[in-house]
């Protein structure tokens, strides 16, 4: 089954800590792994991985992807309140499905004062 | 440049009715989907296109129906709504499968 699970499914923290948000996927014939933020209204593109051990970074953003090992991570470095977000992660494939983008559940962080 | 537009962006249905989700970009993508999200659960995939007069079923396409029959529009029907189609729906569209989905605004779509 193509399953894309994200954990932790919640996360509380406070400004200034660093996050790692975590993105598993099973699928054979793997095309890309996508991030996503989404606030109160629609998502909003973050990274796109295809390549193992490349990571792409953003201000205090960054992810990397194992392909051996079927993850990705998400960092987030000096938190702040406007990083409270649910983050999700999104796997595309080749094959009989392609272009089928399939999501995990998200993860919801909240950054406290 | 609109982007992805989607209307309405409010609905409230009875059991039972019918009605079309509306969904156009005008960057000439050939990509487009359909997901419901739902507390907790993430987007789910419901349907998606790959070109004018191509469509497939994604995760949770019972209750829904599509067509694509010029490059910008990708209309969703609810053939009877039910209660369990209470949720938000965005649609989405990409140059391709190597690039990101830009999402719609949303529509939220209440059943009685």
């Known amino acids: 089954e193509d399953k894309v699970v994200q954990s932790p499914l919640s996360l509380v923290v406070h400004e200034g800590d660093t996050v790692t948000l975590n993105c598993s996927y099973e699928?054979?014939?793997?095309?890309?792994l996508l991030w996503y933020k989404q606030e109160k209204k629609a998502p909003t593109f973050l990274f796109m991985l295809?390549?193992?051990?490349i990571e792409k970074k953003s201000g205090r953003l960054s992810s990397i992807l194992d392909k051996k090992e079927l993850f990705s991570i998400l960092n987030i470095t000096a938190t702040q309140t406007g990083d409270s977000a649910i983050y999700l992660c999104?796997?595309?494939?080749?094959?009989?499905?392609?272009?089928?983008?399939?999501f995990g559940k998200g993860t919801k962080l909240s950054v406290k004062p | 440049n609109a982007g992805v537009t989607q209307t309405p962006k409010f609905q409230v249905l009875k059991t039972g009715q019918s009605m079309t989700l509306q969904c156009a970009q005008d960057?000439?993508?050939?990509?487009m989907s359909w997901y419901r999200q739902d507390p907790g659960m993430g987007l789910r995939l419901i349907h998606y296109?790959?070109?004018?007069?191509?469509?497939d079923q994604g995760e949770v396409p019972n209750g829904y129906n599509v067509s694509r029959s010029t490059t910008e529009d990708f209309p969703l029907r609810l053939l009877s709504a039910a209660p369990s189609q209470t949720s938000v729906y965005f649609c989405?569209?990409?140059?391709?499968?190597?690039?990101?989905?830009?999402f719609g605004p949303g529509t939220r779509l209440t059943v009685t």
């Open positions: 960057m000439n993508h050939e990509y």
């Open positions: 989405a569209s990409s140059p391709g499968l190597s690039y990101e989905q830009y």
């Open positions: 699928v054979t014939n793997f095309r890309s």
């Open positions: 295809t390549s193992s051990g």
């Open positions: 999104g796997r595309m494939n080749y094959g009989g499905s392609q272009g089928n983008l399939i």
């Open positions: 296109s790959v070109g004018a007069g191509i469509t």
